[in-house]
């Protein structure tokens, strides 16, 4: 099959960190269409063999065990070609549609990786320059959008120039091989569904935490922060996988048509929960790793007197029959304690203790994303000592650990999600609906902060936020899984 891939913001800083690596190791793994060419778009007046270099120089930045080995990226490199183009100019896009035509690929796909204010003069002068046929597909990376109304304008642009069965809107969470996991563990066993809801789970806290903090993506991060940045849309995204009903397929838009639901059904903000259920952070200077590191307000492209949030927790619930009453607590935030990606599922009690130890939230199902990749099942078991008829109980713990089991080499995230576009596979991309739900819920928390004069709360740089967020979480009488 011949197949080529039109990368705008082929120069940019997610071409050559994270979707070169990807298609690479779609490359190296022998999964990359034999007939493939890889088109980068950027406005730099580059030959295709600087372009080569440029693109080979960023591998040694790359995770270690996915650089390239002897010839392999001379062989990779075979498939890259670059087109200099100002995107405003109709006579770029005809001169990218000769070059297209020149070889008619069975399969185009357009990957937009720019700024989301240039989707939509792209996609129209892709239309006029008739590169919109049947045979194209169009990818379209975060943030869709700013808020409501500027995301609806985007894909109002797109669903005139693309049907919804040609648009793979990426969320690269969804790649996650554990995500994926977490529909075969829901639907695919008969464990854990019949526990699956609110007569055996307490609580569920989803948390995103990143070590870094912007680095040279101030300026970025300033018009952005970490609600739009990662709740609105990586975070939504595994609260949906977690509490969706059952599809009736694992068909694209069954699996999306519940999705829906869950963003439908999450608990309306008003002025009391906005105030006790938002937490909105920014991070001070402090010590990582045992190194002093600047505040945000202190980085580059950040103004002094910023007010962007870098951290967010939040409390919701899923108003439904099955998770009615079920507190949900999300938390992500920048220059956090541990690089760590998970979700919790914290069972409840036994409803009669015939033991004499009962250990706090002893039950519990930990999906863990980054860094460590798997599932890890705790317990409570016997304590064996030498007394007899002891009844004391102490943790164990069931780990399955996804880079053991199934060999490091498995496909990450992009690499699967690439990979799905190029065989025309729905299943994890966003569809319209679900993205406007998502924005809809979260622009009450945009307009309560842009009318709070108080600002974000700072929290020293190493630690797990700001303390309110521990308080949070206490009203109802739990903590967050490290605190316990």
Not at 157 to 177: C, M, N, T
Not at 348 to 362: D, L
């Amino acid at each position: 099959m011949s197949f080529d891939l039109v990368l705008f913001g082929g120069t940019g800083d997610l071409c050559w960190r994270k979707l070169m690596p990807a298609l690479f190791q779609a490359f190296k793994h022998g999964t990359l269409p034999a007939g493939a060419r890889i088109i980068g778009v950027g406005r730099d007046d580059l030959s295709d063999e600087r372009y080569r270099e440029q693109i080979g120089a960023r591998f040694d930045q790359v995770e270690l065990n996915k650089r390239p080995c002897g010839d392999e990226f001379e062989r990779f490199a075979r498939l890259l070609e670059f087109v200099s183009m100002d995107l405003s100019k109709p006579e770029h896009y005809a001169y990218l549609g000769n070059k297209l035509a020149q070889r008619q690929a069975d399969t185009v796909v357009m990957y937009l990786a720019t700024a989301p204010t240039l989707f939509t003069t792209i996609v129209e002068q892709l239309a006029a320059a008739g590169l919109n046929t049947a045979r194209t597909r169009v990818v379209l990376e975060k943030p869709l959008g700013h808020d409501l109304a500027s995301n609806r304008a985007i894909n109002h642009s797109v669903s005139q120039v693309f049907s919804e069965k040609q648009v793979f809107r990426i969320d690269h969470y969804l790649g996650k091989p554990a995500v994926q996991n977490l529909f075969a563990l829901r639907f695919g066993n008969a464990l854990f569904e019949p526990l699956w809801r609110r007569e055996h789970i307490a609580n569920i806290q989803i948390t995103i935490a990143e070590q870094l903090g912007v680095e040279k993506r101030g300026a970025f991060y300033e018009t952005t922060g970490a609600l739009r940045d990662m709740v609105q849309n990586h975070a939504l995204q595994l609260l949906c996988a977690i509490g969706m009903e059952p599809p009736i397929n694992s068909h694209a838009d069954a699996i999306r048509d519940e999705k829906l639901k869950v963003l439908r059904s999450l608990k309306p903000w008003s002025s009391e929960t906005l105030a006790q259920d938002v937490i909105r952070g920014q991070y001070a200077a402090g010590v990582m790793a045992g190194l002093p590191v600047p505040a945000y307000r202190d980085e580059v492209g950040v103004n002094p007197l910023s007010q962007t949030e870098t951290f967010v927790a939040l409390r919701t619930e899923i108003s439904n029959w099955r998770w009615a009453g079920v507190p949900f607590y999300i938390r992500t935030g920048k220059r956090l304690a541990g690089r760590d990606a998970r979700i919790v599922v914290n069972f409840r009690p036994t409803p009669h203790a015939i033991f004499n130890s009962q250990i706090g939230m002893a039950n519990r199902l930990v999906i863990n994303l980054q860094p460590k990749d798997g599932l890890e099942l705790h317990l409570l078991a016997q304590a064996q000592d030498n007394r007899q008829n002891s009844h004391n109980l102490t943790p164990v713990q069931l780990d399955l650990d996804f880079d053991k089991r199934f060999g490091a080499e498995r496909v990450g995230a992009y690499e699967r999600l690439l990979l799905d576009v190029m065989d025309g596979r729905l299943n994890l991309f966003v569809r319209s609906d679900e993205q406007e739900e998502a924005w809809r819920w979260v622009e009450p928390i945009l307009t309560h902060w842009h009318n709070d004069s108080q600002g974000p709360r700072l929290y020293a740089a190493g630690s797990w936020g700001p303390s309110a967020t521990s308080a949070m979480i206490a009203r109802d009488g739990f903590c967050w899984a490290e605190e316990s």
